[in-house]
């Protein structure tokens, strides 16, 4: 019996001193604190008010908690000078492709077809990958091409992918133009 109560005196030490600790003021625990109310007694009406849309819970608990702030200034796109790369013409790249379609592991999705012998400015150039759980070195560098996102079509009947990824470009499907001078 001791030794329960000495650890109940080193777990929770406001409770062994007969003290109690009144809850946060703010609205996160203030609404924690009546959802379990909710909970507990099982009030199906409070709850209802709770969730409802256009009860006026959620205004009060977020002026409650939000505190105004300003943002931070916006920088413009593109505040240095902009790199461009070509696609390369379709025959090129289908030649250096595998039997999978693919150029050092990166594929060439059939979408990427209607981009061919356009300029875009490049948005990223990427020398690791993160794959398998780990960072990976890239064969050769793979370019992310400004505004052009995977549609999802690729997936066919089993789409569509609403997450429209970068598509990667391998450095040997471009003519990348030279860095311009400031």
Not at 12 to 29: E, F, H, R
Not at 98 to 103: E, H
């Amino acid at each position: 019996m001791r030794a329960v109560l000495l650890a109940l005196a080193l777990v929770l030490p406001a409770y062994a001193n007969a003290q109690t600790i009144p809850p946060p003021n703010d609205g996160v625990s203030r609404l924690m604190r009546e959802l379990e109310r909710i909970i507990a007694t099982s009030d199906a009406r409070a709850y209802a008010a709770l969730v409802t849309t256009g009860a006026n819970t959620s205004e009060e608990f977020r002026d409650e908690w939000l505190e105004p702030a300003s943002a931070p200034p916006r920088t413009p796109r593109h505040a240095h000078p902009v790199r461009h790369a070509r696609v390369r013409d379709l025959d090129e790249i289908l030649a250096g492709l595998d039997l999978r379609g693919r150029r050092d592991g990166l594929t060439f999705m059939p979408e990427m077809k209607a981009y061919v012998g356009k300029r875009f400015a490049i948005a990223n150039q990427l020398t690791t990958v993160f794959e398998y759980d780990r960072w990976t070195a890239t064969r050769a560098p793979i370019y992310i091409l400004d505004g052009l996102h995977c549609s999802g079509a690729v997936l066919g009947d089993r789409g569509p992918c609403d997450r429209g990824c970068a598509l990667m470009w391998h450095e040997d499907w471009l003519h990348v133009e030279p860095e311009p001078r400031a």
